[in-house]
């Protein structure tokens, strides 16, 4: 989970070399051919939607989620909230580039690399990875051409998307998800720390393993959000929580949320308006105060389900 780092000596990808972008390092240490590709996400998850055994990963300095369930049709910024299949959200033009990578021995030569497409920012960060079940998945791809210098869209200047606005307890959740997507140095965690009013307050982040502890017991189904320069979501009850040093797990379904406690600085419960009107959030962030996470219930639950949700995060201290 080390992506890219915000700090002033530049990227931090995977591989730990600072200064040089997790597309350098993917071009300059792929186990096989790289193969660009369209950059419209439509295009891309339209026929991503066609393969079984795909695993989606969307993974940053500080929380991972990672989900073998079929991709869902893309929303972006305004876009209603879907909670079936693995949904990614991003703004416009935010996909610079995204590669086919043929399958080859690993660059830790301990397993061999499975076939994935990756898709990174204008920077270079990855952003999404769509690692293939088997080699021959990559045929399914062959109908996408590499970006058209001519297509509109493809080359033009990335307008990048102010960051949205969603006051505790007045905006929907539209808005509140759109919040993290949108977030950029650190505007969402100062428009909670401003909010006068009860409808957002501030958690130890140690109560966390508890918290999740809480909503596994009830059997509720929230919606896991993770943001890297886009989103991935997924919806489901909470099957198992563990440690695996400090980074914290849980399973729901085909998906796996990773969250690293080391990264993880500051948690706040706010309220945004749902299908059952105020509907309480958990929101993580760094050290920076760059939005990771954000788990909420999304859609219609039964009203016993969104009460119980209610009575445990106003319980969270």
Not at 110 to 122: G, K, N
Not at 126 to 133: F, S, V
Not at 159 to 185: F, N, W
Not at 301 to 311: C, F, G
Request: proline share 9%; with cysteine.
């Amino acid at each position: 989970m080390t992506d890219g780092c915000g700090c002033d000596g530049g990227p931090v990808p995977a591989c730990g070399r600072r200064g040089v972008s997790d597309l350098q390092v993917l071009t300059d240490l792929a186990p096989g051919p790289c193969r660009p590709l369209t950059t419209r996400l439509a295009d891309l998850v339209d026929h991503l939607q066609l393969l079984d055994g795909a695993t989606a990963v969307t993974s940053g300095h500080g929380a991972a989620l990672a989900s073998r369930s079929p991709y869902a049709a893309p929303t972006t910024v305004g876009g209603a909230l879907l909670t079936s299949g693995t949904v990614l959200r991003a703004a416009p033009g935010v996909v610079a580039t995204a590669l086919a990578v043929d399958p080859g021995p690993s660059v830790h030569l301990t397993q061999p690399a499975a076939a994935s497409v990756d898709l990174f920012d204008p920077s270079g960060r990855r952003l999404h990875q769509a690692r293939l079940g088997a080699p021959e998945d990559l045929r399914v791809l062959d109908s996408l051409g590499p970006p058209s210098p001519s297509a509109a869209g493809d080359d033009a200047p990335v307008r990048l998307v102010p960051p949205v606005a969603s006051p505790p307890g007045c905006a929907d959740q539209i808005d509140l998800v759109d919040s993290h997507l949108t977030d950029r140095r650190g505007a969402r965690l100062r428009a909670l720390m401003g909010h006068d009013g009860e409808h957002a307050r501030p958690v130890e982040v140690a109560g966390l393993e508890q918290l999740l502890a809480g909503v596994a017991e009830l059997g509720l189904r929230p919606t896991f959000v993770v943001t890297s320069g886009l989103q991935q979501s997924h919806t489901g009850r909470i099957e198992a929580i563990g440690r695996a040093g400090r980074t914290l797990r849980l399973r729901s379904g085909p998906a796996v949320l990773a969250v690293s406690t080391t990264a993880v600085h500051r948690m706040w419960i706010s309220r945004a308006t749902g299908p059952h009107g105020p509907t309480s959030a958990v929101e993580l962030f760094d050290a920076e105060g760059t939005a990771l996470v954000l788990i909420t219930l999304v859609g219609h639950h039964p009203v016993a389900a969104h009460r119980a949700w209610e009575e445990l995060l106003d319980r969270t201290a």
